[in-house]
């Protein structure tokens, strides 16, 4: 299996998921605008995502991946069958106990987020938060369907589905909300019912696609097949290997959740301006490092079940030649260009010039940690794929600390654009201690040129930033709002001009990507 490909196809359907993305928080942006009902539902939003994380993409993907890539490889089809069989019955008894209780404890789960809304805000946040709650149980079973077909190499499905989510709720703004508006009920509500259908779709699909391989797991509702389930052994692993995920999943988003708190005493618009800067955010976190990382922790919990030293170490240094080759110059994009950014993409309807410069602020904080939130992405699997979950909520909890140290520090100055700022710093310094022990305990040995590997980049960055410093400098992006078409070309110019120069100057630099674009790993299945 090409690394490369398998990584590209995941990268483009992410781009789609992407840009469909951008263009649903475009839509709410110009329909809804910054306010105290787009700060409710982004509170409420951010709750089901929160467990969602935690429990469904985070410790739990994080456990059962490794679990199900070493059964698939040492006991064979019946017997991972049967894995799955059990976990997902464990999985959909907790999912619906959890989704009961969240329902119940809305009132307590929007005051942990965000206790400084206002009234009127807090409690149309309780209201969307009680409709969304059952989000969680669809993504988590979506996140085990995407586990089974990602450890038997079928990428595409998975990196598709979260298209749905987005379709669903432009489809709910375009059509939903005005038709709410019109019988004089609050539009905001419209979202939190395309967040519930996108949720559902995503399952069915991924179901479907699992089913037509012979691979859907049997889901038993009896109660002694639930205990026979849970007492068994490879589920009670995957159970004990949750819990040092859960925590340090947990403590990750911990600080987003602070950061959420903080950002609901300052300024009204606040949480939505930092809700508006993650979206850009995650459009180069999620193509560069969620595609690395999908890709990449089957093929090292399959390399360590062999005992594949050498095969291990090499896919982590193909992985972060990635990071550093294309992380770079997207965070300096972040950190010297993000007004045209946040302008082009969000500069509509009831966006003011205010709300595209706070944005613009929170997004320079995102773009000095944007190395370090992609790195991540690649190194923490590969703790994960040795069965090791320990070491990284270790440093989590570590890094917490600090970000919260930070964020004393700044938030008095920044304001909210120190709640992105701390984050990213945080996420360099977990980065840089997740790498350091990989390499103290022999797990990951560089291989050699990374001197020159990162000296012909970085100089290839210094060419990339003086260039979008000087378009920045040289365009009033606010006042072309008028003028969308004329916008929109300037800035798919200049993003194009970049990639040619960054590209442009590593070859003329000496730079080879040829090994890096054939890279493979074998194994079952190959």
């Not at 959420?260 to 999620?286: H, K, N």
């Not at 020159?452 to 009033?476: K, Q, T, W």
């Not at 300037?490 to 890279?519: E, I, K, Q, W």
Request: proline share 4%.
């Amino acid at each position: 299996m090409n690394l490369f490909r398998s990584a590209s196809l995941v990268s483009l359907w992410t781009l789609l998921s992407r840009i469909t993305g951008l263009a649903r928080e475009l839509l709410i942006a110009s329909t809804f605008g910054a306010s105290a009902m787009t700060d409710a539902f982004n509170v409420a939003f951010r709750i089901p995502n929160l467990f969602r994380r935690l429990f469904g993409e985070g410790a739990f993907s994080q456990a059962f991946v490794p679990v199900l890539a070493r059964s698939w490889e040492q006991a064979g089809d019946d017997a991972t069958q049967a894995l799955t069989d059990r976990v997902a019955t464990v999985l959909a008894w907790a999912l619906l106990g959890l989704s009961v209780v969240g329902v119940l404890a809305a009132p307590a789960l929007v005051w942990l987020m965000a206790s400084g809304m206002r009234p009127q805000g807090f409690d149309m946040a309780v209201t969307l938060t009680r409709w969304m709650f059952p989000y969680i149980a669809f993504l988590s079973l979506v996140a085990l369907c995407a586990g089974i077909l990602n450890t038997r190499k079928r990428f595409a499905v998975p990196a598709a589905t979260p298209v749905l989510l987005n379709l669903s709720m432009i489809a709910a703004t375009l059509w939903l909300a005005p038709w709410l508006a019109l019988h004089r009920i609050e539009p905001i509500h419209a979202l939190a019912a395309g967040v519930l259908l996108g949720g559902v779709v995503q399952l069915v699909m991924q179901a479907m696609a699992l089913a037509r391989l012979g691979l859907l797991p049997r889901i038993a509702w009896r109660w002694t097949a639930l205990r026979g389930a849970w007492a068994d052994t490879s589920t009670q692993e995957i159970l004990r290997l949750m819990g040092p995920s859960l925590l340090g999943v947990g403590v990750a988003h911990l600080s987003m959740l602070i950061n959420t708190q903080i950002a609901s005493y300052l300024r009204p618009g606040s949480v939505s301006w930092i809700s508006y800067a993650d979206r850009l955010m995650e459009f180069p976190t999620a193509l560069l490092g969620v595609a690395l990382g999908v890709v990449l922790l089957p093929q090292l919990s399959a390399a360590h079940a062999r005992g594949d030293r050498d095969e291990y170490s090499a896919m982590l240094d193909w992985g972060l030649r990635w990071v550093l080759l294309l992380a770079l110059p997207c965070a300096v994009a972040l950190v010297v260009f993000p007004l045209p950014l946040a302008a082009v993409l969000y500069h509509y309807g009831a966006m003011t010039n205010t709300d595209i410069e706070q944005i613009t602020r929170a997004l320079v904080g995102w773009g000095v940690g944007l190395v370090g939130l992609i790195a991540i992405k690649v190194l923490a699997p590969a703790y994960y794929a040795g069965l090791d979950t320990r070491t990284p909520v270790r440093i989590a909890i570590m890094v917490l600390v600090f970000t919260q140290l930070c964020n004393a520090l700044f938030v008095g100055w920044l304001a909210h654009a120190a709640l992105t700022l701390s984050i990213g710093l945080g996420a360099l310094v977990n980065a840089a201690f997740l790498l350091g022990g990989l390499v103290r305990r022999g797990a990951y040995r560089p291989a050699a040129g990374w001197a020159a590997f990162g000296l012909r980049i970085l100089v290839a960055c210094g060419l990339l930033a003086a260039f979008l410093y000087g378009v920045a400098a040289h365009v009033d992006w606010l006042a072309l709002r008028s003028a969308m078409g004329m916008r929109l070309a300037l800035l798919a110019a200049a993003m194009l001009a970049s990639g040619v120069l960054y590209f442009g100057a590593l070859h003329l630099l000496g730079m080879d990507l040829r090994p890096l674009l054939r890279r493979s790993v074998h194994g079952k299945g190959q």
